[in-house]
Structure formats: C-alpha cells, structure tokens
C-alpha cells in the first residue's frame, strides 16, 4: 500500500488549498482515512478523518474551516482547507487505517506554509 500526497505549498493568512492523498491497492473500501500535521517542535496531531461510509471528525481548531471527502471509485481523499492561519502551518500527513486488519500506513507528507 502507498500513499501519495500532493497539493500543499505556500499561501497568505486567509487563502485556501487542497490536499490530495491517492492510494494504491484495492483496500480502500476497508479503511479509515486520516489527514495529520506536525509542525515544528511540536507533535503530530489529528486534523480531520472519514470513515468508508463517509463519517467525519475534525479536531476543534480546524472545524468550520477544513472539510474532509473521500473518493471511493478513485481511491483518493482530500483535505479543503479554507480560511487558512499562520498556525496551520505544519507537514501535512495522510494516513491509512485497515478496518480488517488494524495496520496503518503513512505517507511522505506535504508541506503547507501559511504567511501572515
């Protein structure tokens, strides 16, 4: 299983992005899906995750600012990130969790730098 992230970059306090996360393999039905970051000095932390069935939760900071999908048929799941801080900076991970089997996979992570 690989997990490959893509759409991170710099934006100004304010702006939007959106990251993606395609996985290989055909497991994606049996997972759930997670978004982390990491920033500097600090730990990783959870930003928001979706079940198969397209259940959501989202830690209090990025609530009514982040949305997390998901796209069963093409294996991928997104991250909206609107109204974005300079406290949203961090490496942004995506994660995998096999339902079936409890195994996690993490992927290379992207950077996203939000200027004030």
């Known amino acids: 299983v690989q997990l490959v992230e893509s759409g991170g970059g710099l934006v100004q306090a304010g702006g939007s992005l959106r990251l993606s996360c395609a996985i290989s393999g055909n497991i994606f039905s049996l997972t759930v899906m997670g978004w982390y970051r990491q920033a500097p000095g600090k730990q990783r932390e959870l930003v928001a995750s979706?079940?198969?069935?397209?259940?959501?939760n989202y830690a209090d900071s990025v609530k009514g600012r982040f949305t997390i999908t998901r796209d069963n048929a093409k294996r991928t799941v997104y991250l909206q990130m609107n109204s974005l801080r300079p406290e949203d900076t961090a490496v942004y991970y995506c994660?995998?969790?096999?339902?079936?089997?409890?195994?996690?996979?993490w992927g290379q992570g992207t950077q996203v730098t939000v200027s004030s």
């Open positions: 994660r995998l969790i096999r339902t079936d089997t409890g195994n996690d996979y």
């Open positions: 979706i079940t198969s069935g397209g259940s959501t």
